[in-house]
């Protein structure tokens, strides 16, 4: 693979931006039904998320996992394979992390650089999965990773929450 720097033409540039336009005009109507005014709204939403200190500290917490999986998709799609599941990915890191920091007590500056190392060993090895079936068995890696993505959602929404009980009856021994 090489890395090959390629210069932003004006165009490609103008054409986001007037998408992003457009997207902004599309949405106005909205606002005006409600009564509002919509470059109020643009202006609080673009002044609360950047220039405030919660606001700022929240976007960065929802935009750095956002660019580690977009990151990690754009090296994936440029060798033609498609991973639609790389929240699952993510997912499977945070499990690993989180395992790690349960288990271990250790200084902050050792601590931080290895759940960073478990996190990215867990996501490829979660990667892993689909890439061995695609090889082995001719599996779709667009079925696999998607698939796989619920798989460990699921087992998350386990360590988090639990088992969910709902609706099972205690076993009952008439001895």
Do not use: C
Not at 66 to 71: E, P
Not at 93 to 109: D, E, H, N, T, Y
């Amino acid at each position: 693979m090489r890395v090959i720097r390629r210069e932003a033409k004006k165009s490609v540039l103008a054409l986001k931006a007037a998408s992003v336009l457009v997207g902004l005009a599309a949405a106005s109507p909205l606002f005006l039904v409600y009564g509002l005014n919509p470059l109020e709204v643009y202006s609080f939403v673009v002044s609360s998320s950047l220039f405030t200190p919660v606001g700022l500290s929240e976007s960065l917490v929802r935009a750095i996992p956002l660019l580690l999986v977009s990151t990690g998709l754009a090296a994936s799609f440029k060798t033609g394979f498609w991973n639609i599941g790389a929240e699952g990915q993510l997912l499977a890191g945070a499990m690993a992390a989180f395992v790690l920091i349960r288990a271990l007590s250790l200084p902050a500056p050792l601590m931080i650089p290895l759940l960073f190392l478990t996190g990215f060993a867990a996501g490829a090895v979660w990667a892993g999965i689909p890439a061995l079936l695609k090889v082995k068995l001719e599996v779709n890696e667009v079925i696999s990773t998607l698939m796989l993505y619920y798989v460990i959602y699921w087992a998350f929404q386990h360590l988090i929450h639990g088992p969910d009980l709902r609706g099972v009856r205690p076993h009952r021994s008439d001895t």
